[in-house]
Nanobody, 123 residues
């Protein structure tokens, strides 16, 4: 299983970013996935994901700014974050699991992780 994130970089406050999570050896169709970020000096934080039933989940702190979607044909999941703020600066990871039923915000439940993509929001 390999999950590869991309789309990060340096962005300006107020702009948007769309991150991608491409999978091999793993299908998002019918399996759960989560987007997690790790900001400097903070703990990892789950921000959005898609359950094994296809239902989207968005952390309360991110509601209104985040959209998660998938392209089943390409086996890619996207995370779009709008109205970026400096506090969104973090490494963004995607993770997936093949046995999870539904979705979980508990990060220890996720089996497969990507290497992360860095997003830096300039003031």
């Amino acid at each position: 299983v390999q999950l590869v994130e991309s789309g990060g970089g340096l962005v300006q406050t107020g702009e948007s970013v769309r991150l991608s999570c491409a999978a091999s050896g793993f299908t998002f169709n019918g399996n759960a996935m989560i987007w997690v970020r790790h900001a400097p000096g903070k703990e990892r934080e789950g921000i959005s994901g898609i359950g094994s039933d296809g239902k989207a989940h968005i952390a309360t702190s991110m509601e209104g700014r985040v959209t998660v979607s998938s392209d089943k044909a390409k086996n890619i999941v996207y995370l779009q974050i709008n109205h970026l703020r400096p506090e969104d600066t973090a490494i963004y990871y995607c993770a997936g699991d093949t046995v999870m039923n539904g979705f979980s915000w508990y990060l220890g439940a996720w089996s497969h992780w990507g290497q992360g993509t860095s997003v830096t929001v300039a003031t």
